[in-house]
Nanobody, 122 residues
Framework: VQLQASGGGLVQAGGSLRLSCAASGRTFSSYAMGWFRQAPGKEREFVARINWSGGSTYYADSVRGRFTISRDNVKNTVYLQMNSLKPEDTAVYYC????????????????WGQGTLVTVSS
């Protein structure tokens, strides 16, 4: 599976962005998908994950209620809608694909996109 993330950019605090991650291959629907982020000088951290069907989602406490992960298995794409953005959300955001049981840990994911930069100004 090859993943291509897009949609990052510069936004003011309180604004919104929607990230997309397009996947190649015919087996996209068999993967759990996750979004992670890495701020400068920090470790890559879990943001959100969605199961293969889209029926189950899970979020980091820091984004719950502000971010929404979704997927379209026809378009082979996973999305991250980010609302009420804060300066501390500034990071490079990565999408990742893993087996159906993949959860919140980086090592559970086998495939990674190249990342897209989100910058939130105060």
């Amino acid at each position: 599976v090859q993943l291509q993330a897009s949609g990052g950019g510069l936004v003011q605090a309180g604004g919104s962005l929607r990230l997309s991650c397009a996947a190649s291959g015919r087996t996209f629907s068999s993967y759990a998908m996750g979004w992670f982020r890495q701020a400068p000088g920090k470790e890559r951290e879990f943001v959100a994950r969605i199961n293969w069907s889209g029926g189950s989602t899970y979020y980091a406490d820091s984004v719950r209620g502000r971010f929404t992960i979704s997927r379209d298995n026809v378009k082979n794409t996973v999305y991250l809608q980010m609302n009420s953005l804060k300066p501390e959300d500034t990071a490079v955001y990565y999408c990742a694909a893993g087996p159906r049981g993949a959860g919140t840990y980086k090592y559970e994911y086998d495939y990674w996109g190249q990342g897209t930069l989100v910058t939130v100004s105060s």
